[in-house]
Structures are given as structure tokens and as C-alpha cells.
């Protein structure tokens, strides 16, 4: 049954792409002009000229299969107005009590029933399904119907390599961003301040700065209860502290050659220093397990003293003031590593978007509306939210949230999700946005990374969630994805080990690495450079 389902969607997408081919209306409006045309209409009607940024003369619906944090909800705010303005409106076809995104897509594509918009959290899952027929690829579509999107694909090569699978197609329009910087190194200047100690500029510094943390007692209690360096994704990404001496878990070029850094001389360097802060007991002792609250708990408690984390840490030198007077957290420059380098790894790239099931039956009005998202008036609504009430303009058009948006019990962020803004859809996320729901502390930690070009390295691919997010031809996927779930779990379970004193390094490191072998890493090696080549080699 179910291979019977893929099939007949293969066939609908093939006969769809011959329609879409054969189209030679092609639309040369702006963002709030008229959008013109359907698929199968004759010459005259595709010339009907709509009014503002109406995408279709007759009000539509179609279904859309999204859930970002939150199942799609057709009640907010924001997307009750986008379908006012563009005369078109989505159904999510995810029950609101379902926050199990994988559960729901896994149930989708078995039933068959696709929704006639999908997003995933997983771009390379919505690219097989395009090369098996579930996705319409988006090439000619966004050429005839959507001049702001094809823009952005001509101008921005990072969103491009982005929105391309390897078959030349498009199955999905990636979400931008402006901004450079995602995290950043921050630690408690009031700390820092008692001890009558400098920022620190090195790694070596910077363990003589957790060392004083932990040892001299500058939240003021008389107990040795402090956290110098705690992250609340330590759960996930268990190598995040590797970063300071220039390594990882991961797989990450070097000089044009993929590289598997647990066998190189960096990892052995950084594992070593790690095991020794942890038993310094610089490292948060619950590091693998503590989860996302560590941040709230070791902050809120005048316990934690470092991390690397996103710009929302800055909020609490406002919410805990009341508390903990004095408290600051201040964003200091990547401390250079053992060989003088300050890099910082964790950078922001397009991340995965919305893309055309093969099910829909009005492909052309769907792009018109995606497109809408990339207007300025579109833009405006899915970063800022609704004018006048969200959100005011200035006379130079410069924009500023409004106290529903910042005296919200909810996170700036938090309270445009709960109207729908900022969902995880193709569109650009506006920089400016950001700076509006910042704190001081936050704009200058962004003003100070993103000024620094040069800790950030261009030429690598996509680094998302700790890992190179590289595009694979089906056989690699499934051959390297094969692999790695044997290696994978295997190398987190022997680095927290080791972290954890378990298991010694040193003795265990070359046996290590021959199981490293055994399991197949020179092949993961070979499909991971093969894909990187075609990575450097892209010129679309």
C-alpha cells in the first residue's frame, strides 16, 4: 500500500512539472502588485490584474502541515491577516495537541494524505521527498510567479546553496536570516568585578578565571556552590566546551579536506584539558543532564559564572536584578584557543523552510503567496507582526515594538509565536527585529560579533545543531546514515566517560580509534568529502 502511495505521487509530480514547464505567463510584479495568472488558464485571463497584495481573485484554503515549537494555528493573529491581505488561508492539518513533530510527519507520509504545503524541521527530509515524488520542485514556478523570492536566490549565495538539493531542484524555501552571529561567550562581569580579575582573552585565561570562580567564593554565601561552566544544551551537544581548544565530535574541513576530529591531534588536546576542568570542578558536574532550565536554575540561584548561549541570556541583568543586585552577564570575544586562533563555530545560515506537495492542486497560487511572505509589507508582518498594535512606524520608516510585544509576561519572541509571527516559514529574518527586542547588553554583544567578520570562517557549509548539515545523493545518505548511527551513539557514550572519569582516555584512546575504523569511518569520511566537494564546487 504504501509504496503504491509513492508512486502515484511521483506520477502527480511528473505530470504537474511537464504543466508548469509548458507555462509561459510569467509575472514581473513588485512585492504588493498584482499577481497574475493560474496554471491551465488561457492568455487573457492570466493578464487580470489583482488589486494590493491579493494573490487569487476568490478566497482560497489550503492545507499546510507545520509545527515549529507549536502545532499551525489558522486563529492567529497574524495569519487571520495574511489571508485578509492575499484573499488566501491555511488549514494545519496537526492536531494543536500534538507537539511531536517527527510523530506527525511519520503519520502523514504513512496515510498517504499529504497536506498541500509542507515544513519540516529536517530540509534533507524534504528534499527525498521531492526526488520521490511527494515535492513539486520550485524552479520554474518561483522564476514565473515569485520575483522576490527568485531575487533573494540571485543575490544570496548562502540562501541558494540552501534552497538547491543536489538534483538541481528546489523542494523547499529556506528561512534567512540577516544577523551573522547566533551565540555568544558570556560570563558574570559582577564576578569578575568582586575578584578584581580581567575578561579573558585565551583558553588558558579563561580556566584561571573559572578556577577563581570556583574558589573564592564571589557570589558572597561562604559555600564552594559555584557553577563556573554550565550550557543548557549539554544534552545535545555534549561537545560544545571542545569548541575553546578547536575541535569537537563532528566532522569539520580543514584546507579543502574533510576531517573526522575525534582522530585528530586537536580532540586528544581538548578531551584532556576538559577531563581535567570537570575535575577542577570548572565543568558543571550535571553538564549531560541538567537540560535546558540549567541557565534559569544556575543563574537565578547566583550559582552559574560562564556559558555560550544565545543573546535572550542578557534579559536576566534586568529580571534578576531584584534578587541577585549587581548581577551582569557581559558577552566577551571568543577566548583564542591553544594556538592563538579565536574562532567562533556556532554561526547562523538559512535554516529549513516550506515547500509544494505534489498533492496540491493550485501550485501557482501557493508560490504567489509564499512570495508574499518575501514583500517588505509580508516581511513586515511575519517578523513584526500586526502595525499599531504589535508594532509602530517611524516618519523615516524605522520600526519599534510596542509594549504589548515588551511588557508581555511572555519573552519578546515568546509573544509574537503566540500570534503567529516568527514561525518557521521561507521569508528573511529582518536583523532589525532583533535589535528592537534586545536588551542594551544583547545589542552590544551583537554589535561586537557581528563586527568581527574574521572569527567566523564563509567557506564552511551550513553548521547546524552542532553538525555540518552536507547534501548527499540517496545512496550516500542511506550508506552514511547507516554508518553513523553505529558510530555516532557510540563516541557520545565514550566522551561523557571520559568527562565523566568512567573510563580513562588516555589508556582507551587507540582502541577508540580502531573501533572508530571497524565501524566504518573511512567511508564516512570518503561520502562526507565527496559531498563537501560538491559543496565547494557550487556555482548556481
Not at 387 to 402: C, L, N, P, Q
Request: overall charge negative; some cysteine; aromatic content about 10%.
Amino acid at each position: 500500500m504504501k509504496k503504491r502511495r509513492l508512486m502515484a505521487a511521483a506520477m502527480a509530480a511528473v505530470m504537474l512539472t511537464g504543466t508548469l514547464a509548458g507555462c509561459s505567463a510569467k509575472s514581473e510584479t513588485s512585492g504588493t502588485e498584482a499577481a497574475k495568472g493560474e496554471a491551465g488558464t488561457s492568455q487573457a485571463q492570466t493578464e487580470e490584474t489583482l488589486e494590493g497584495s491579493l494573490v487569487s481573485k476568490e478566497p482560497k484554503e489550503f492545507t499546510v502541515f507545520l509545527n515549529f515549537n507549536m502545532p499551525f494555528d489558522s486563529n492567529w493573529q497574524v495569519w487571520q491577516e495574511a489571508a485578509k491581505r492575499t484573499n488566501v488561508s491555511l488549514k494545519g492539518t496537526i492536531s494543536l495537541s500534538n507537539s511531536n513533530e517527527e510523530e506527525a510527519f511519520n503519520l502523514m507520509m504513512s496515510s498517504g494524505n499529504l497536506a498541500d504545503i509542507i515544513g519540516y524541521v529536517d530540509a534533507s527530509s524534504l528534499e527525498k521527498l521531492g526526488r520521490d515524488g511527494g515535492m513539486i520542485p520550485l524552479n520554474d514556478l518561483i522564476k514565473e510567479h515569485a520575483p522576490n523570492i527568485q531575487k533573494v536566490l540571485d543575490e544570496d549565495a548562502r540562501f541558494r546553496q540552501t534552497a538547491y538539493s543536489l538534483d538541481g531542484n528546489i523542494y523547499q524555501i529556506p528561512k534567512n536570516q540577516e544577523l551573522k552571529a547566533a551565540e555568544f561567550w558570556w560570563i558574570r562581569q559582577d564576578w569578575l568585578d568582586k575578584l578584581n580579575l580581567k575578561a579573558p582573552t585565551t583558553v588558558d585565561e579563561l580556566h584561571d578565571v573559572l578556577y577563581a570562580f570556583r574558589n573564592e567564593d564571589p557570589n558572597g554565601n561562604g559555600l564552594k556552590d559555584e557553577i563556573p561552566l554550565f550550557d543548557r544544551a549539554g544534552w545535545k551537544q555534549p561537545d560544545e566546551y571542545l569548541y575553546l581548544w578547536d575541535t569537537s565530535l563532528e566532522f569539520y574541513p580543514r584546507d579543502g579536506k574533510m576531517k573526522y576530529e575525534p582522530l585528530e591531534e586537536n580532540f586528544k588536546t581538548g578531551v584532556s584539558n576538559m577531563i581535567k576542568w570537570y575535575q577542577e570542578g570548572l565543568i558543571d558536574p550535571e553538564i549531560f543532564t541538567r537540560g535546558a532550565s540549567s541557565r534559569d536554575t544556575l543563574l537565578g540561584g547566583d550559582l552559574g559564572g560562564c556559558t555560550h548561549d544565545w543573546v535572550s541570556t542578557a534579559n536576566y541583568n534586568s529580571t534578576l536584578q531584584e534578587t541577585i543586585p549587581g548581577f551582569q552577564m557581559a558577552a566577551i570575544a571568543p577566548p583564542a584557543d591553544q594556538n592563538g586562533v579565536v574562532k567562533e563555530r556556532v554561526s547562523r545560515y538559512p535554516g529549513v523552510g516550506w515547500g509544494i506537495s505534489s498533492q496540491c492542486k493550485d501550485p501557482v497560487t501557493v508560490i504567489k503567496f509564499m512570495d508574499y511572505f518575501f514583500t517588505e509589507e509580508g516581511s513586515d508582518l511575519m517578523n513584526w507582526g500586526i502595525e499599531g498594535d504589535t508594532f509602530t512606524r517611524d516618519a523615516d520608516g524605522s520600526k519599534h515594538f510596542t509594549d504589548t510585544v515588551l511588557q508581555s509576561e511572555l519573552t519578546p519572541i515568546g509573544y509574537l509565536r503566540s500570534i503567529g509571527a516568527q514561525y518557521r516559514i521561507g521569508m528573511c529574518q529582518d536583523g532589525d527585529y532583533e535589535y528592537a527586542t534586545m536588551k542594551e547588553d544583547g545589542i552590544e554583544a551583537n554589535k561586537l560579533y557581528n563586527g568581527h567578520d574574521e572569527w567566523f570562517d564563509d567557506s564552511l557549509p551550513p553548521y547546524l545543531d552542532g553538525k555540518m548539515a552536507l547534501k548527499y545523493t540517496s545512496d550516500d545518505e542511506t550508506e552514511y546514515k547507516n554508518i553513523m548511527a553505529s558510530i555516532k551513539p557510540y563516541v557520545d557514550e565514550k566522551f561523557q566517560s571520559w568527562i565523566l572519569g568512567v573510563n580513562d582516555f588516555d589508556s582507551e584512546y587507540d582502541t577508540f580509534i580502531k573501533e572508530l575504523k571497524a565501524r566504518g569511518i573511512d567511508r564516512a569520511l570518503e561520502i562526507n568529502q565527496k559531498a563537501y566537494d560538491t559543496f565547494l564546487g557550487e556555482d548556481r
